[in-house]
């Protein structure tokens, strides 16, 4: 029997486990990340029978754990690492080839993935082009293209292996050199991707080829996520020889080829034969011949009069009115996902007069969080405390909001020299109607306190165009499995101290970056959730954002369609989905 070596620290995390210091959740999700396979890491978990709590491991401890050279125990037997798929003979025979989905989505005018910087302009090419890694709904991420990785004792140096014999649809191997492509584009200032943001850990100049199938990637600082980012929506695999424009050049390894594409309206996707991955039937997926999605304007209820008479099957990121428009038909499957999605109230901390922190706070003491998340989410979701750390994600601490008090926002906004008040405009998009729902709360209540918030409302389309340049916005913000992820690309600074492209509050703290750099280093969960803690407070206390809610999300689809891949971060995935004959 082969073995797999498991990361010394993930021995550590066992030891936590057995003490009941961490749940086993977040050893799965912990071990996997650090490259054992979900197989071993549930034998891992196994094999640490819960004892009664003690004391949290000291960092000294933890520091001894990391270092020390592998024993016996730390290896387990090893399975093979690939992506989840369905083996239950019942499901096998169930199944059915053939046949189309048509479903609501945009479809949107993109060129390189690279530089995606919508969920929703991925769900099309999701399915041309494939990823390294996938993140499941529990957030235990997978190997895909890859075969497997490996990370050094001090998380800085990590061994891709890719899979070998797939290949792109022209016929062309993947290899080490299209991974290596792939990176050093994502890594390149003039690619203009939020990757560089998200993997500053990363240079072109530590890339290894080992290879051809291997490439081993020498990061400047520690890091965890890594498996994670590999997942992210903007790291779509393209070839070597990718021109700029997947529109015109859709050659990827994915389950499916693009076969029409007109902006705005639709675009259609046929099966290909010959994709890598095999089904619960024992033949090649997908299992689908054509999948076809529409775009129908900016108005949801306009997505809900199409779902309810029949013209689409499936709508990709249904919002609240949706979900409340067929949650009691029998007609639909409906599976409801808790995450880290919220809506961010965000304000430009470098303009007036959000420069002054009594503002900020002012507008944060309007905020009824119990109403907005009645009126925005029917209460589908849980409260948010305006640090952009949610209670799902492993690291969370539970910090208690700012109370509802309008008269302690009025003397403060009063204090900043605003004693009659004060008026701003907020922009808002109207696609989303828990924003709105949200936008028009705080407008009410926030009037006690001298706020007088004129809403600026326009389609998503129009608010993507200019998102992080409005004095105060409400903006989407998808789910992330671990808080890192979020707070690295959204509210630091780049080298030179300017904020990084998504930093769209433009916010940058000194002691705020300085502890997130030592979260992202950090391997101990206790450890790390008391350094997210300290995040926490500061963005409570002097933070550019507004979190009254992280909200469900939700998979709708008709009940004859099976088999469709659950995403707390809303992606659209029917590699495995099948339809049932008519």
């Not at 009069?305 to 038909?329: C, F, H, R, Y």
Request: proline fraction near 6%.
């Amino acid at each position: 029997m082969s073995t797999e070596r498991v990361h010394p620290i993930v021995l550590e995390a066992q030891e936590m486990l057995r003490k009941g210091e961490m749940s086993r959740r977040d050893f799965l999700r912990f071990a996997t990340l650090l490259g054992v396979s979900l197989a071993g890491a549930n034998i891992l978990a196994a094999c640490a029978p819960q004892a009664a709590p003690t004391t949290a491991p000291t960092a000294a401890a933890t520091a001894a754990a990391a270092t020390a050279a592998p024993t016996a125990a730390a290896t387990v037997a090893a399975t093979a690492t690939s992506a989840p798929q369905p083996t239950a003979t019942s499901v096998a025979a169930a199944i059915v080839r053939g046949g189309s989905i048509t479903l609501r989505s945009r479809v949107d005018r993109v060129d390189d993935p690279a530089r995606f910087s919508l969920v929703s302009q991925s769900h099309p090419w999701r399915h041309v082009f494939d990823y390294l890694t996938s993140v499941d709904a529990k957030g235990i991420a997978h190997p895909y293209l890859l075969d497997s990785w490996t990370a050094s004792d001090d998380l800085k140096t990590w061994t891709l292996k890719l899979r070998q014999g797939i290949k792109f649809s022209d016929g062309k191997d993947l290899t080490a050199d299209d991974v290596i492509f792939n990176f050093t584009r994502w890594l390149t200032k003039s690619t203009g991707s939020s990757l560089m943001g998200q993997m500053s850990y990363l240079t072109p100049t530590g890339l290894e080829k080992t290879d051809n199938y291997t490439v081993t990637c020498h990061l400047t600082k520690p890091t965890i996520t890594f498996p994670y980012d590999m997942a992210g929506y903007p790291a779509a695999i393209v070839p070597s020889t990718f021109n700029g424009d997947i529109t015109r050049q859709p050659i990827g390894t994915g389950a499916f080829t693009m076969k029409e594409f007109v902006v705005g309206e639709h675009c259609r996707l046929a099966r290909r034969d010959g994709y890598w991955r095999m089904g619960a039937d024992g033949k090649a997926l997908p299992y689908l011949d054509e999948i076809v999605m529409v775009q129908i304007g900016d108005d949801p209820s306009a997505w809900l009069s199409a779902l309810q008479s029949g013209q689409v099957e499936m709508i990709a990121e249904p919002p609240v009115t949706v979900w409340e428009g067929v949650k009691d038909n029998s007609k639909f499957t409906i599976v409801s996902i808790p995450t880290s999605a919220t809506r961010v109230l965000r304000v430009r901390a470098d303009q007036k007069p959000w420069t002054d922190n009594n503002v900020r706070q002012a507008l944060k003491l309007c905020q009824n969080r119990d109403k907005i998340l009645a009126l925005a989410l029917r209460g589908q979701g849980v409260i948010g405390n305006d640090s952009h750390v949610a209670p799902i994600q492993p690291e969370y601490v539970d910090i208690a909001p700012v109370a509802f008090d309008t008269q302690k926002a009025k003397a403060l906004l009063a204090q900043a020299g605003y004693p009659n008040g004060l008026t701003v405009e907020l922009t808002v998009a109207t696609d989303w109607p828990e924003s709105m729902a949200y936008a028009q709360a705080l407008k009410e209540d926030a009037a006690a306190a001298g706020f007088t918030i004129n809403l600026k409302t326009m389609p998503a389309t129009q608010y993507w165009d200019g998102w992080t340049d409005f004095n105060m916005g409400i903006t989407w913000w998808s789910h992330r499995p671990l808080a890192e992820m979020t707070l690295d690309v959204a509210y630091t600074g780049d080298a030179s101290g300017k904020p990084v492209a998504w930093n769209e509050s433009h916010w940058v703290d000194t002691e705020f970056q300085t502890l997130l750099t030592q979260a992202d280093g950090t391997l101990d969960l206790t450890a790390r959730r008391a350094i997210v803690g300290k995040i926490e407070q500061i963005m409570v206390d002097r933070g550019p954002i507004c979190t009254p809610f992280f909200m469900n999300v939700w998979e709708i689809y008709t009940k004859n369609i099976h088999g469709v891949t659950p995403s707390p971060e809303e992606y659209v995935i029917l590699h495995e989905a099948w339809k049932e004959k008519s």
